[in-house]
């Protein structure tokens, strides 16, 4: 199931379940816990309308980006076969849900700025969802570099975006204010890790829960909804 990040009014069902997803696409739980939770929605049957929000790994990472496992190693401690361990885990459970990681001892982190310009952007095109699903994709699955703006263009391309106006978008950098507000008002809100999941703008769940949790979840709240 790939639900839409804000449906048309003719689309939203009535009384939709809100839901705020906030994540960066360098974050492999992210996509994790998205696809676990649209198990869930698809499991529940439940109505929705899903809200995706920027944040940053790491706001301070060089242009040049930084390799994956001494960027662990040096922000987490992580040893190298800790590292092994943890891609093969998380290997396993994209395989489950049907989304494909493919790591290498060269993939690399990257700073996602204009990934979330951009997507503030196809936002006001009604192409938010598409085009977070594609940069996942992009970065985990075909390791396409995401701080280069002529691959963001690319992308937004193949997702259905003008081109043209994606690479204005990234040089004039006209949403770098409002990304840089909606990222501030998350941190404000307590959002210090992701992914983040905000359910009806009140009930806040952290991580990759898992389908069978996120379906308790979802049951839990709407029963609270009816009652």
Known sequence: MQPQDRAQDSQTPPNPLRIDIVSDVM???????????ADALEATQTKYDLHWHPFELNPDMPPEGQNLREHLAEK??????QSEQNRTQITQLGQDL?????????????NTFDSHQLLHWADEQGRKHELKQALFTAHFTHQRDLSDQAVLVEIA????????????????????????????????????GVPAVI????????????VENFTNIL?????????
């Open 98 to 110: 049907d989304f494909e990681f493919r790591f290498d001892p060269e993939m690399r982190m990257h």
């Open 199 to 210: 359910f009806d703008q009140k009930h806040l769940v952290s991580g990759a829960q898992g």
């Open 76 to 81: 987490y401690g992580v040893s190298p076969a």
């Open 27 to 37: 974050c492999p739980w992210c996509i994790i816990g998205y696809r676990q939770l």
């Open 219 to 227: 049951e839990q709240l709407a029963q609270m909804r009816q009652e």
């Open 157 to 192: 391309g193949e997702t259905g975006l003008d081109r043209v106006e994606a690479q204005a978008v990234l040089q004039d950098q006209r949403f770098a204010a409002a990304v840089r507000e909606s990222q501030n008002f998350w941190r404000g809100q307590g959002i210090q």
